[in-house]
């Protein structure tokens, strides 16, 4: 199966990146420009030392505060820098054989937003009003945040507007895009606008923000090529936290069902939840959690920090993404060194990936499962055959240690 018949996204390891905080922009807009992509050029030698190929990018256009207000689709955020600090980059990413995917918040815009404003006051019915969603005669904010305006992607102009925002960017060579929230007005809305995008760029990869439904009824409807995989996100740190592997047995036996048409994107962390150091207090558990992430089928995203074990706590409060979304060091040589060793599991399990590229498509089977321990059996193409034994309990079982993994 090609996801999307593109050759390129099976092979595929992101590093997912929150540029914003990443080089400690200012929280809110800034009129004075600053060049700071640059800092994140950085660390590209760093993503091929880990052995991944793929920058995945939270937002990086014009944004009143966080990058999912967006202000301009059309121009980089003037905190991370212009147009030909973007361009440097993503020239520096080519060439070093990774891809780039850009993060597109179309679902919603924020308040300033001059399509908005013209909205506001035109209100409903009129040419200019029909760009936003309404409930009644006010406007409907996404998650009742009223910065926040939706879009109404089923009207034809905004269908063609967003269309037209996706491809201005891959004309200029960015290869992929994340579509966020994209589950907050349903799949179709979704299909008009990649059928324009396809038709122009066939070979970009596509993948959107989906929570909870059916991930293969969404990927049918809307013509993404892949969505997030919440599912097995929440299984991973459950049954390690909890000491259920039989959550994960479950789970993966939907993972399998999923895999059968579509590819699913897969992590262990991202930009809007707690860190996986964190959930897990137990460390000696992170290097189970990196190979469920990296053998386990789908295309993964490794979230930028997850592996040196970086900590931090999602808050439900205005700040509370501030823990999960750090500054990193001008270079990585300013890292502490505390996170080696973790970073070199995750470089050993992406080598064996590299070795074995059907795990990417690979049929999972579980055996011999109780709360603290499960044998994953993985098999694909030309008799490829892995087998992955977790062991969280305080006793060997059947060779593997306790808190620890065995690989044949």
């Given at each position: 199966m090609e996801a999307g018949g593109k050759g390129w996204a099976a092979h595929t390891i992101w590093w997912h990146v929150y540029p914003l905080g990443f080089v400690g922009a200012e929280r809110e807009t800034s009129h004075r420009g600053h060049h700071r992509l640059p800092h994140l050029a950085n660390w590209l030698d760093y993503v091929i030392e880990l052995g991944a190929n793929g920058l995945l990018l939270a937002p990086v256009f014009a944004s009143a505060s966080h990058g999912y207000d967006t202000t301009d689709h059309f121009r980089i955020d003037p905190r991370?820098?212009?147009?030909?600090?973007?361009?440097?980059?993503?020239?520096?990413?080519?060439?070093?054989?990774?891809?780039?995917?850009?993060?597109?918040?179309?679902?919603?815009?924020?308040?300033?937003?001059?399509?908005?404003?013209?909205?506001?006051?035109?209100?409903?019915?009129?040419?200019?009003?029909?760009?936003?969603?309404?409930?009644?005669?006010?406007?409907?904010?996404?998650?009742?945040?009223?910065?926040?305006?939706?879009?109404?992607?089923?009207?034809?102009?905004?269908?063609?507007?967003?269309?037209?925002?996706?491809?201005?960017?891959?004309?200029?060579?960015?290869?992929?895009?994340?579509?966020?929230?994209?589950?907050?007005?349903?799949?179709?809305?979704?299909?008009?606008?990649?059928?324009?995008?396809?038709?122009?760029?066939?070979d970009s990869w596509v993948f959107a923000e989906v929570i909870h439904g059916d991930?293969?009824?969404?990927?049918?409807?809307?013509?993404?090529?892949?969505?997030?995989?919440?599912?097995?996100?929440?299984?991973?740190?459950d049954s390690l936290v909890n000491a259920n592997f039989h959550s994960l047995e479950w789970t993966l036996g939907r993972h399998r069902r999923f895999c059968e048409t579509f590819r699913p994107q897969t992590f262990i962390g991202n930009h809007d939840v707690t860190r996986i150091a964190s959930r897990i207090t137990d460390h000696r558990h992170l290097p189970l959690t990196a190979a469920l992430l990296l053998l386990l089928p789908g295309i993964p995203s490794i979230y930028a920090g997850d592996e040196q074990g970086f900590t931090g706590e999602k808050q439900e409060?205005?700040?509370?993404?501030?823990?999960?979304?750090?500054?990193?060091?001008?270079?990585?040589?300013?890292?502490?060194?505390?996170?080696?060793?973790?970073?070199?599991?995750?470089?050993?399990?992406?080598?064996?990936?590299?070795?074995?590229?059907?795990?990417v498509d690979a049929e999972v089977r579980t055996a011999d499962v109780t709360d603290t321990s499960i044998t994953i059996q993985l098999s694909g193409a030309d008799d490829g055959r892995l087998t992955l034994r977790l062991n969280i309990g305080e006793e060997p079982v059947d060779g593997v240690e306790p808190h620890s993994l065995q690989l044949s």
């Open positions: 991370l820098g212009d147009d030909a600090d973007f361009d440097q980059v993503l020239a520096d990413c080519h060439a070093r054989g990774i891809r780039v995917c850009l993060d597109g918040v179309f679902n919603h815009l924020a308040a300033g937003h001059p399509i908005v404003q013209r909205a506001f006051s035109a209100g409903p019915g009129t040419d200019d009003g029909r760009w936003i969603r309404w409930v009644g005669e006010y406007p409907r904010y996404f998650e009742g945040h009223k910065s926040l305006v939706e879009l109404d992607l089923t009207q034809p102009v905004v269908a063609d507007y967003v269309a037209g925002v996706m491809n201005h960017w891959l004309d200029r060579g960015v290869d992929a895009w994340r579509l966020d929230a994209a589950y907050a007005q349903g799949a179709e809305v979704w299909a008009p606008i990649l059928r324009a995008v396809k038709t122009r760029h066939p991930y293969a009824d969404f990927v049918a409807a809307s013509g993404v090529d892949s969505v997030t995989q919440y599912e097995l996100w929440h299984a991973i740190w409060h205005r700040r509370g993404d501030d823990a999960v979304r750090p500054a990193f060091p001008d270079t990585p040589e300013g890292l502490l060194p505390f996170g080696r060793d973790l970073f070199a599991t995750y470089r050993e399990l992406i080598a064996i990936r590299r070795r074995h590229p059907w795990l």
